[in-house]
């Protein structure tokens, strides 16, 4: 598929696939993304520090693959963002004081959960 052409994608659902192994930095330069869905898949690494880059981006969807690490602090900087789901992921840490102020939203929903911890706020 032709890069050029998909730098104006606004919304790209590759969810519920067998996508394994870390996300491609590459999707940090779709900059006009606004919904990202990497969900259900078996995916694993880190969650990229540069998705901060996509300042349009109001959904993110990462949930029930195998990620692991700390959810990065970057994340605070998608002012855009409305909704973020991490849940059931291998993730560690603690959640970000970042996110609590991001989003336009007066009240963006998160969910987030780890093995034993779970975390759940918004207002969808």
Same mark, same amino acid.
């Not at 409305?82 to 996110?99: E, T, V």
């Given at each position: 598929?032709? +890069? ?8 790209? /659902?590759?969810?519920?696939? =067998? *996508? ?5 930095? !590459?999707?940090?330069? $779709? $900059?006009?993304? =606004? ?5 259900? #898949? +078996?995916?694993?690494?880190? /969650? ?6 996509? +300042?349009?981006?109001?959904?993110l969807m990462l949930a029930n693959n195998s990620l692991s690490g700390e959810i990065p ?7 855009? @963002?409305?909704? @973020?789901?991490?849940?059931?992921? =291998?993730?560690?840490?603690? /959640? ?8 336009? #939203?007066?009240?963006?929903? *998160? @969910?987030?959960?780890? !093995?034993k911890d779970e975390v759940s706020a918004g207002s969808g």
């Open positions: 598929m032709d +890069r050029l052409r998909m730098k104006g994608l606004e919304i790209l /659902i590759l969810a519920n696939n =067998q *996508f394994s192994g870390n996300i491609p930095s !590459e999707y940090v330069d $779709l $900059l006009k993304l =606004q919904a990202f869905d990497l969900s259900s #898949n +078996r995916l694993t690494g880190l /969650i990229p520090p540069s998705f901060d880059k996509l +300042r349009s981006l109001l959904w602090l970057e994340l605070g900087n998608c002012s855009s @963002l409305l909704w @973020l789901n991490l849940a059931n992921n =291998q993730l560690s840490g603690s /959640i970000p004081s970042q996110l609590a102020s991001i989003g336009t #939203n007066p009240m963006p929903t *998160f @969910l987030l959960n780890r !093995e």
